[in-house]
C-alpha cells in the first residue's frame, strides 16, 4: 500500500509560482508512472502533467504547458509540480496519482487505472 500526501498549495498571486510535493510512503514510487490532476468542486477531473518511472520522460496539457514542471526524486520518494506564471484559471485543487501503466496516449480518455491518489491540495490564485 502506497500512501501518497500532497502539499505546497497556497494563496498566490497571478503572475506568481508555486511548487507542489507529493510525497509518498509505503512502497517506492520508483515502479509507478506519476501523474498530476487537478479539479474543481462538481467539475471534471483536468489532467495537467505527467512523469515516466525514471523521470526521463515528461508530459502535459496544453494548458499548463511552457509554465509548469514535474519532476521526481526517487531516493525520496517524491514528486514535484513547479508552477509558474500563475493565472486564476489554475485555481482547483491538486492530486498526485500513481499508476502502474506507461505513457500517456489514453490520458485525455481517461482510460487509466490509478493504484494510488492522495488527498489534494489547493492551489488559489488571485487576480
Known amino acids: 500500500q502506497v500512501q501518497l500526501v500532497e502539499s505546497g498549495g497556497g494563496l498566490v498571486q497571478a503572475g506568481g509560482s508555486l511548487r507542489l510535493s507529493c510525497a509518498a510512503s509505503g512502497r517506492t514510487l520508483s515502479v509507478y508512472t506519476m501523474d498530476w490532476f487537478r479539479q474543481a468542486p462538481g467539475k471534471d477531473r483536468e489532467f495537467v502533467a505527467g512523469i515516466s518511472r525514471s523521470g526521463g520522460i515528461t508530459y502535459y496539457s496544453d494548458s499548463v504547458k511552457g509554465r509548469f514542471t514535474i519532476s521526481r526524486d526517487n531516493a525520496k520518494n517524491t514528486v514535484y509540480l513547479q508552477m509558474n506564471a500563475l493565472n486564476p484559471e489554475d485555481t482547483d485543487g491538486y492530486y498526485c496519482?500513481?499508476?502502474?501503466?506507461?505513457?500517456?496516449?489514453?490520458?485525455?480518455?481517461?482510460?487509466?487505472?490509478?493504484?494510488?491518489w492522495g488527498q489534494g491540495t489547493q492551489v488559489t490564485v488571485s487576480s
Open positions: 496519482a500513481a499508476r502502474s501503466t506507461a505513457g500517456w496516449a489514453y490520458v485525455a480518455d481517461r482510460k487509466y487505472e490509478y493504484d494510488f
